[in-house]
């Protein structure tokens, strides 16, 4: 963990991210209090303290365990008082003895151990309230939650935050946190979230720089509400506040077609989205000539807009971002020219690559670039509208299964579909419309593959499949 004084108990928190790598069974899963106990590792020090299966987390040195950060940084000390409740809710306590650090080697019925955290906001901007009726409930939850953040890199408001969670975050040093600021104006904040305590994110951003908490922040824009002068003076003010605030991402307001009775929005345009590239490329440049590095990104979509090129790799500072769709056309490229084969004969299957209709012109452009190193190569590439969405939304990482069906029946170029991963939810088996890759290949007659997002195992997946000559 960044920022973690050396010896201190939080570099507990080390290895918490691989404990929650599936955020989507979160949703609705949990207790609040005294977590079950569902595993204890073999030989582990809690299996020889006599912890078992079925009983209830109560209390770790005398400390209530909310949840698995509490369970992390209460359970780092050599020995430990563990109490636990059976199923009748008789407690006992044992003496668990392990090394400093060492995982006590305990299992729970979830891997939050807490309910999650919900948004008390009414953004503007809200993208769960322009989603469209009949998708997976889980779709519609708003999370909020700061545990989250620092567990997974959600993005939070700060707004639902207590004075117990911020002396927590304190405590803890619970870093870094990944920040949703948009505005730092107090009274344009409160507009845009809806929240008469959002307008003191900026002062309660200083205090955690303050206590040691390095923070990532993004600035969701929208045309004609807080960008212009408004989005320059908040950067100005995260930018304040580095090297706390270690990076600062600049995205465009996504819009659907769900919008009935929500605040009139607009996406940008060209000339609009040129602006906004300027004033960061701007500001990065003062940014780096400071202090090394630029700091604040403008998403690859306001490039793709504007029609500029996205800057070079050095430019992104090893991609803090990359996540949030900062650089990711880079990232890709440059991987992707580092694995370019040698000029070849080889002869790969046919293939078709169904993508958003914003990266359809750079994956065919890249493509031709290995064309040119493999001539037999045969290939399409589908520009994919959203019909579920809406004409606004280009990304890939937002089409259905029925989008692919709906554009690629009768027009597939061999017999494998290859997607980028993110189509899938993070376990790589649904779409967001609940069909499987299995629907969509019975569907078009050829099989899905999909591909994680980078250069390299993209040419390896173009390549894996050779036709004899």
């Known amino acids: 963990m960044r920022n973690a004084a050396p010896g201190h108990p939080n570099t507990a928190f080390s290895h918490i991210r691989s404990v929650l790598p599936l955020c989507s069974r979160l949703f609705g899963v949990g207790v609040l209090r005294m977590a079950l106990i569902t595993g204890v590792t073999a030989n582990s020090p809690a299996c020889r303290a006599g912890l078992r299966v079925g009983e209830r987390l109560h209390t770790i040195s005398g400390r209530p365990i909310q949840d698995i950060l509490d369970y992390r940084f209460y359970s780092y000390e050599a020995a430990l008082p563990i109490s636990v409740a059976d199923a009748g809710g008789a407690l006992r306590t044992v003496v668990v003895r392990k090394g400093p650090g060492e995982d006590p080697g305990l299992a729970f019925d979830s891997e939050l151990m807490d309910t999650q955290r919900s948004c008390v906001n009414q953004c503007l901007f809200c993208f769960v309230d322009q989603l469209p009726p009949g998708l997976r409930r889980g779709l519609y939850f708003k999370d909020d939650d700061f545990r989250l953040s620092f567990l997974l890199g959600q993005y939070v408001t700060l707004t639902n935050l207590t004075p117990a969670d911020i002396g927590r975050i304190l405590e803890m040093r619970i870093s870094p946190l990944y920040i949703s600021v948009h505005a730092t104006s107090h009274a344009l904040r409160e507009r845009l979230l809806g929240h008469p305590e959002a307008g003191r994110c900026l002062s309660l951003m200083r205090r955690l720089a303050d206590g040691g908490i390095a923070m990532h922040a993004q600035a969701v824009v929208c045309p004609g509400i807080n960008d212009g002068e408004a989005l320059a003076g908040t950067l100005d003010d995260l930018l304040s506040i580095f090297p706390a605030v270690q990076s600062i991402s600049v995205v465009p307001v996504g819009l659907t077609r769900w919008r009935e009775g929500l605040c009139p929005l607009r996406p940008f345009e060209g000339a609009e989205a040129a602006g906004i590239v300027s004033l960061v490329e701007s500001l990065a440049a003062r940014q780096r000539a400071r202090h090394g590095m630029g ?102 990482g937002l089409l259905c299964g029925q989008d692919l069906i709906d554009a690629l029946r009768g027009r597939v170029v061999g017999d494998r579909v290859l997607i980028p991963a993110t189509m899938l939810r993070f376990e790589g088996d649904i779409f967001l419309d609940d069909l499987t890759p299995g629907d969509v290949s019975r569907a078009i007659g050829a099989s899905v593959i999909p591909v994680p997002v980078d250069g390299g195992c993209f040419i390896e997946s173009v390549m894996n499949s050779v036709v004899n000559m």
């Open 295 to 396: 700091v604040v990104y403008a998403a690859d979509e306001f490039y793709l807009l504007s029609g500029r090129a996205p800057p070079g790799e050095e430019s992104y500072d090893g991609y803090p971002q990359l996540d949030n769709g900062v650089g990711l056309l880079t990232s890709f490229e440059a991987s992707f020219r580092e694995a370019l084969p040698p000029a070849s004969t080889r002869r790969p299957a046919p293939f078709t690559v169904a993508t958003g209709v914003a990266a359809a012109p750079f994956l065919s452009r890249l493509l031709a670039a290995l064309a040119n190193r493999v001539p037999a190569l045969r290939y399409a590439v589908e520009a994919i509208p959203n019909r579920l969405f809406g004409d606004t939304v280009t990304v890939a």
